[in-house]
C-alpha cells in the first residue's frame, strides 16, 4: 500500500504488485493526512480481469500489469465529489498554460501534442499523453499530469492553468472553429459514453464537473493535417483568450 498525490488530492492505493508502485513512481508521497480516495481490487473484480484475460494463467508481471490498469479505472470515478474530471487527451505546455487536445484512440492526439514540440521547441512539454485531470481550485480550471501518460509515457507531476480543449478532426486544409458550450458538452459526452456506463453510479455527477469546464473553458474544432501551419493557427486562437474571463486573474 502507498499513497499518491495526483491532482492535489491524495490517493491511497491497496496494490498486491509493484507495477502500479513503478508506474506511480514520481507521484509517491509522504503526508500526515488522511487520504482523500482510497482504491482497491476486489475479489470479484480481480476475477472479472482474468476472466477476460486471453492468457489462462497468467504470471505476476501480467498480473501487475493488469492491476495497474484498473487501479487507474478505480481512482477515476471519484474524481467528481472533488470537482475534477478525467478527460481522455494529450497536453500540451506553452508558456505556463495547457492546451488539450481529444479524440477517439488512435486519431492523432499525441501526433498533434509532437507537432507543438517539433514548433516550438524547449518552450513546450507534453504534461499528460492520454489521461489528464482537470479540476477546479478556487473558481480556476486547471489541468494535471497523471501517472496514466499511455503508451509513450508522457507525463509530468506538475498543474498548469487550461487554456483550451481542442476536438480534433482529420483534414487536408487547416481550420479552427469555436464550439458553443451545449455542442462541446455533447461531444464529450459521446467520447465518454463507455466510461460513463461502466460508472453509473455517479453519472450526474461526473457529467456536471464536464459541463461546467465546457461553460468556463474555451472549446475549439480543430479541423488539421500534420504540418506546423496547423498548430501555428490553434495556437494562435487559443492563446487570445483573455486570461481574466478564465478565472486566472
Keep these: 500500500m502507498f499513497i499518491i498525490e495526483i491532482a492535489d488530492l491524495l490517493v491511497e492505493i491497496d ?26 481490487i476486489s475479489e470479484g473484480l480481480w476475477k472479472e480481469l482474468l476472466d477476460l484475460c486471453e492468457v489462462e494463467n497468467p504470471d505476476a508481471h501480467m498480473r501487475g500489469a493488469m492491476e495497474a490498469y484498473a487501479m487507474h479505472g478505480r481512482i477515476y470515478p471519484e474524481l467528481p465529489r472533488f470537482d475534477a474530471a478525467w478527460l481522455h487527451a494529450s497536453v500540451v505546455e506553452v508558456d505556463g498554460e495547457g492546451y488539450a487536445f481529444t479524440a477517439p484512440s488512435g486519431y492523432g492526439k499525441t501526433t498533434q501534442a509532437r507537432l507543438w514540440l517539433d514548433y516550438f521547441g524547449s518552450l513546450a512539454r507534453i504534461i499528460n499523453g492520454d489521461n489528464p485531470i482537470i479540476r477546479f481550485i478556487d473558481g480556476s480550471c486547471f489541468v494535471y499530469g497523471t501517472p496514466f501518460g499511455g503508451k509513450e509515457g508522457f507525463q509530468y507531476n506538475t498543474r498548469v492553468p487550461l487554456k483550451g480543449i481542442c476536438f480534433l478532426d482529420h483534414c487536408e486544409k487547416n481550420m479552427i472553429t469555436r464550439m ?51 498548430v501555428e493557427m490553434a495556437y494562435g486562437s487559443m492563446k487570445t483568450v483573455d486570461k481574466k474571463a478564465l478565472g486566472y486573474e
Aim: hydrophobic share 35%; aromatic share 6%; with cysteine.
Design 15 to 40: 496494490n498486491q504488485y509493484e507495477e502500479i508502485r513503478t508506474q506511480c513512481r514520481d507521484y509517491i508521497v509522504d503526508k500526515p493526512r488522511k487520504p482523500d480516495i482510497h482504491v482497491s
Design 180 to 230: 458553443e458550450p451545449e455542442m462541446a458538452f455533447a461531444q464529450i459526452i459521446r467520447n465518454n459514453q463507455k466510461h460513463l456506463v461502466l460508472h453509473s453510479n455517479n453519472q450526474d455527477l461526473m457529467m456536471s464537473v464536464w459541463e461546467r469546464i465546457v461553460q468556463q473553458i474555451p472549446v475549439w474544432q480543430l479541423h488539421c493535417n500534420q504540418s506546423s501551419e496547423a
